[in-house]
């Protein structure tokens, strides 16, 4: 009885955490013109890739579709944060491609970021980033596992 109140509780938390980060990022990011979409999607392809990854790689990194990365990429384009630009080997795919502006960008945001990033993860120790780390990977495999059966 206790895991399934454990299951329940993680499940609700999960979003709620996830709304409520969505919400206060979300408006430090409006002085930058940014969303959370578009910050996450400039923040995956920087730690994710060495090289300018497709639409196709991003949207599995980010757990997204490619429609919705589309999407979100020409709305970055737009404001000059990143370009999409066709594959020398292959028209039919769409790379994307960083601009300075993030450079710019982070220099502006770092501290801001930094300091967003402290109190949220204010009094929780190592062992329990190290134990909840693990089990957001447990559960990001069992989500991929999940989709290869709907797929």
């Given at each position: 009885m206790d895991s399934m109140i454990d299951d329940k509780f993680i499940f609700g938390s999960v979003l709620i955490v996830s709304n409520q980060m969505d919400t206060l990022l979300g408006r430090e990011l409006q002085e930058h013109d940014l969303t959370t979409k578009q910050w996450l999607l400039?923040?995956?392809?920087e730690?994710?890739?060495d090289h300018d990854p497709s639409i196709k790689e991003v949207a599995k990194a980010m757990g997204s579709s490619h429609?919705?990365?589309k999407q979100v990429a020409l709305k970055l384009e737009k404001k000059g944060f990143l370009l999409l630009e066709k594959d020398k080997n292959d028209a039919r795919v769409l790379r994307i491609k960083l601009t300075d502006r993030?450079?710019?960008f982070a220099k502006e945001s770092q501290l801001k970021a930094e300091n967003f990033t402290r109190k949220l993860f204010k009094n929780i120790s190592k062992e329990e980033m190290t134990a909840t780390r693990s089990l957001?990977?447990?559960m990001l495999f069992n989500l991929a596992e999940m989709e290869k059966e709907i797929n």
């Open positions: 400039i923040i995956v392809i730690n994710s890739f429609q919705n990365v993030i450079n710019v957001l990977e447990k």
